[in-house]
């Protein structure tokens, strides 16, 4: 089959120095470059405060290329016609001077029909100000997008305010919120997992599963971000911004077809769905944790409050976990587990789906807390699938014992010959052919948001300080009681 060929599009990368662009984005374009999914005429500007001339910028992004990208996927000829799609341009984004600049570049493109793609990897507090100074220049036109980060906000009021500010340029249709999960391979492997295989869409209901685990670990401490992540948190950097979508993915009901907004308008109905945690649920179903001093891979580790620059008396959350129910009829009484924290033993992302035990067992009673499968979806470090089933242990002395085992599929080992791309790659891949899909509606922000301000005002009301945790461990132990009085357990071994 001749695959499509990607259209033409002019990116004006705003914050074209920052960590976001030198990490993620140079290679992510250079990737879909050397895969052949650019447009032959597609243009790279790079915008930001710092003064470099095009030459200079595109050192910048070669030295970042050679530092992150592995040597034999770094070939000269994709490199020099990567780097000879960029220019640069140094701009004071809060102020109309110097925009004029963007639209003269636009109008010098080869393809006359390409679309002018702006990308904010700026602060969200900018985001209002740039779309503004984009169209007061006239920069902009009616095929024009903008490509903004999440999380957006730090509340629902301040949410609007973004979103309003953006909305006032660029329509909907035209807007892109990225959350770069939606674009990790293993979980657009839920949407076929899910509806392409009757054995689990049958399945996925109340009847059949038990309880879900929903696991975002990181390693980091805070990396130099205590500006920023003292005034968010766990639960706004982390919990609003990225469990709930992947809670939506797995909870959603069948869209009617792939259409972004069928996709989109299911993801919305769990986030409505989503029972508010207050009054006694929040010291019953919900654990913040600070982390202490404590050891990482051999090596002592500071505490948060003993970060650079930190605050002292802050009682910012590092650590959440959380039981949640959506009140609806597919869901009706499954609690979703939810736990997010820094400098954890490792850095891992995955979903655990239980399924219910067999009403009639009739095997070892010691091993009955075996008996049921469990399906472990892995996001990070490694991306795969495997559904744990029961088969009987192998030797003419076991009898009928049972043993876990799991049918696995390892991404990087069944396709050894492809390159698992990363999420930036697809999502910008999606971006220039104008699909929205993999991208955030406004209303699915606002509804998480409003959930998890009521969250936040409960715990300020009744003034809940977070549970210390010693770095390199699993959290407070009041996350482990919290799963445990309903009588489970956190699943650690894959």
């Not at 999960?181 to 599963?209: C, D, H």
Request: a negative charge.
């Amino acid at each position: 089959m001749t695959r499509e060929a990607t259209p033409n599009v002019d990116l004006a990368l705003f914050g074209a120095l920052g960590d976001l662009a030198l990490r993620k984005l140079y290679p992510a374009l250079y990737h879909l470059d050397r895969d052949g999914l650019l447009g032959t005429d597609t243009r790279i500007l790079g915008l930001a405060r710092r003064e470099h001339d095009a030459d200079s910028f595109r050192s910048a992004v070669l030295a970042t290329l050679k530092k992150r990208i592995k040597g034999k996927e770094l070939e000269q000829a994709c490199l020099d016609r990567f780097l000879a799609r960029l220019d640069y341009t140094q701009l004071d984004f809060d102020t109309v001077d110097g925009y004029e600049k963007i639209r003269d570049w636009h109008g010098q493109s080869p393809d006359s029909q390409c679309p002018l793609t702006i990308y904010l990897a700026v602060p969200a507090s900018i985001y209002g100000a740039i779309c503004a100074n984009l169209e007061r220049s006239g920069s902009l036109d009616s095929e024009s997008r903008v490509v903004v980060e999440k999380p957006i906000g730090y509340d629902l009021e301040s949410s609007h305010e973004i979103n309003d500010a953006i909305g006032a340029v660029f329509p909907e249709s035209r807007i892109y919120r990225m959350d770069h999960y939606l674009g990790k391979e293993t979980v657009q492997n839920l949407i076929a997992l899910r509806f392409a295989n009757p054995m689990f869409g049958n399945q996925w209901n109340q009847s059949q599963i038990s309880h879900v685990e929903i696991t975002v670990a990181e390693q980091v401490g805070i990396e130099g971000r205590w500006g920023y992540f003292d005034k968010a948190g766990q639960l706004r950097d982390m919990v609003q911004n990225h469990l709930l979508q992947l809670l939506t993915m797995l909870a959603m009901d069948p869209p009617a077809n792939l259409d972004a907004d069928a996709i989109r308008d299911e993801k919305v109905k769990v986030l409505k769905a989503l029972k508010p945690l207050e009054g006694e649920d929040l010291n019953r179903h919900v654990v913040r944790g600070q982390y202490v001093a404590g050891t990482m891979e051999g090596e002592s580790v500071p505490g948060y409050l003993d970060e650079e620059d930190a605050n002292t008396s802050s009682t910012t959350e590092t650590f959440v976990a959380m039981r949640l129910e959506v009140a609806n009829w597919r869901w009706a009484g499954v609690p979703f587990y939810l736990r997010t924290g820094k400098r954890m033993p490792e850095k891992l992302s995955q979903i655990v789906i239980h399924f219910r035990q067999q009403p009639h067992y009739i095997f070892d009673p010691d091993q009955r807390n075996l008996a049921a499968n469990k399906l472990v979806i892995r996001l990070q470090p490694e991306e795969g699938i495997a559904l744990q089933v029961l088969t009987k242990d192998g030797g003419l002395d076991k009898g009928m014992r049972l043993r876990p085992g799991p049918l696995h599929l390892d991404f990087n080992h069944a396709f050894p010959k492809e390159r698992i791309p990363d999420a930036y790659e697809r999502l910008l891949l999606e971006v220039m052919k104008g699909q929205q899909y993999l991208f955030v509606r406004r209303d699915e922000v606002e509804y998480a948001w409003k959930w998890v301000d009521q969250l936040i005002a409960g715990w300020e009301k009744r003034d809940i300080p977070p549970r210390r945790y010693p770095a390199g461990s699993w959290g407070p132990v009041a996350s482990i009681a919290m799963i445990t009085q309903d009588g489970r357990s956190w699943y650690e071994d894959y």
